[in-house]
């Protein structure tokens, strides 16, 4: 056995692997190198497949419009990262760039998609936990680049009822809201207050209308 088969034996993802198979997956592997500060995908765009570190480093983060960047990850040899949209089928959900001069392996996602073509609920299962995980992801957004009044808005289109008409949100307590939102009830409080004299809302006692859905996508 090589020391690249030994590596690729060594990672969570190919331990149960036989030699056989390991052979089969270095043949699509794509071994690629990136000096540091180098970007090696960004957030928003189609997923190649997962990445592994074979040396180096990789940072894993979102930015803001404002150009603010929440660090996620710092990925180190046998680090792997990007599984989220290699099972969900969705975009890359964060950017990534080299901290160190690094080398990494990128394993195509139909690849390693095809090794679990023979248990379709353990892809299926697999997937309910990368959905999990991209909303994960957006949670940590919204508590790093949105103020509460922001994320405020952003839950309550999120929770709203679609009929003819104003949209009504599903009732929650003020105190519900402060946990989904990260915060307390008396700001949301404030933050509702808010929202209403901007006129993206009507509070009718514990009952939110949204009177203007185009006022609080403006303020996410």
Same mark, same amino acid.
């Given at each position: 056995?090589?020391? !690249? %088969?030994?590596?690729? *034996?060594?990672?969570? +993802?190919?331990?149960?692997?036989?030699?056989?198979?390991?052979?089969?997956?270095? *043949?699509?592997?794509?071994e690629l190198s990136f000096p540091r500060g180098e970007l090696l995908f960004l957030e928003g765009e189609p997923c190649r497949g997962l990445y592994v570190v074979k040396s180096g480093q990789i940072r894993i983060f979102k930015s803001s419009p404002?150009?603010?960047?929440?660090?996620?990850? &710092?990925?180190?040899?046998? /680090? !792997?990262?990007? /599984?989220?949209?290699?099972?969900?089928?969705?975009?890359?959900?964060?950017?990534?760039? =080299?901290?160190?001069? =690094?080398?990494? +392996?990128?394993?195509?996602?139909? *690849?390693?998609?095809?090794?679990?073509?023979?248990?379709?609920?353990?892809?299926? &299962?697999?997937?309910?936990?990368?959905?999990?995980? @991209?909303?994960?992801?957006?949670? #940590?957004?919204?508590?790093?680049?949105?103020?509460?009044?922001?994320?405020?808005?952003?839950?309550?289109? %999120?929770?709203?009822?679609?009929?003819?008409?104003?949209?009504?949100?599903?009732?929650?307590?003020?105190?519900?809201?402060?946990?989904?939102?990260?915060?307390? @009830? /008396? #700001?949301?409080?404030?933050?509702?207050?808010?929202?209403? *004299?901007?006129?993206? &809302?009507?509070?009718?006692?514990?009952?939110?209308?949204?009177?203007?859905?185009?006022?609080?996508?403006?303020?996410?």
């Open positions: 056995m090589t020391s !690249s %088969d030994n590596f690729l *034996k060594s990672l969570p +993802y190919f331990a149960a692997l036989n030699s056989e198979q390991i052979e089969r997956l270095k *043949k699509d592997i794509v404002e150009g603010r960047e929440q660090v996620l990850l &710092i990925a180190g040899p046998g /680090d !792997s990262f990007n /599984d989220v949209p290699v099972f969900d089928g969705g975009p890359n959900p964060a950017s990534g760039s =080299a901290l160190k001069p =690094a080398t990494v +392996y990128l394993i195509p996602k139909e *690849k390693l998609l095809s090794l679990l073509a023979d248990c379709p609920t353990g892809l299926n &299962i697999i997937r309910q936990f990368a959905r999990r995980l @991209r909303q994960m992801t957006a949670l #940590v957004e919204d508590l790093s680049f949105r103020n509460v009044v922001s994320r405020l808005a952003k839950t309550l289109l %999120d929770l709203a009822v679609v009929e003819g008409g104003p949209s009504p949100v599903r009732r929650l307590t003020q105190d519900e809201m402060a946990a989904m939102i990260g915060t307390v @009830r /008396d #700001v949301v409080g404030r933050a509702l207050r808010t929202l209403e *004299k901007k006129g993206a &809302i009507k509070m009718e006692g514990q009952r939110i209308i949204i009177t203007d859905p185009k006022i609080l996508r403006q303020l996410i």
